[in-house]
């Protein structure tokens, strides 16, 4: 999966529109612009298409913490030179406060299986003998996981109803 891809899925799962995308970064201490946002957003065969790199996607992501957490105290972490979808999962994990319990309920909405032990392994250190590199398809199958259990559904009814007078 390319970062851009996963920008994408993630602005269509929590509903972002372009100012909480631009104040999204500007909560990890980057300006961007609308313009670069939609670049990034673009599909690849597109011309005005913006390849968003390692760093760019990392920063987002602690915007992301940092919105649904809070920000912590003194200075901020560094965004990572390189991802993988080992960070890219932790860093998830972490802005959405997710247990390893909640993440097997994700990818199981998707009905891929994967048991606790096997979910550890890609928080694990990459030295540690049962470290193991998330692929793409988990990835690909946690995003859609988290399409489905947070993007509200329009055909079902609203969780709450109308007062009435």
């Avoid at 065969?45 to 940092?66: E, P, Q, S, V």
């Avoid at 901020?76 to 860093?91: C, F, S, T």
Wanted: net charge neutral; glycine share 4%.
């Amino acid at each position: 999966m390319t970062n851009n891809d996963i920008l994408r899925r993630l602005r269509y799962c929590f509903n972002f529109n372009d100012n909480k995308m631009i104040a999204i970064f500007a909560q990890a201490e980057l300006t961007v612009s609308r313009a670069e946002v939609s670049d990034w957003l673009k599909k690849d065969d597109d011309a005005a298409y913006r390849n968003l790199n390692d760093k760019t996607l990392a920063i987002f992501l602690n915007g992301l913490i940092n919105e649904r957490r809070g920000k912590r105290e003194g200075p901020q972490p560094e965004p990572e030179k390189r991802l993988n979808n080992n960070l890219i999962l932790m860093k998830l994990k972490i802005a959405l406060n997710l247990k390893a319990e909640d993440m097997l309920e994700v990818l199981g909405l998707t009905g891929f299986q994967l048991s606790k032990h096997e979910l550890s392994a890609f928080f694990r250190k990459p030295d540690h003998k049962h470290y193991r590199l998330c692929k793409d398809q988990i990835m690909r199958n946690f995003l859609h996981g988290m399409q489905l259990k947070y993007r509200a559904n329009p055909d079902e009814a609203p969780d709450f109803e109308w007062d009435e007078e």
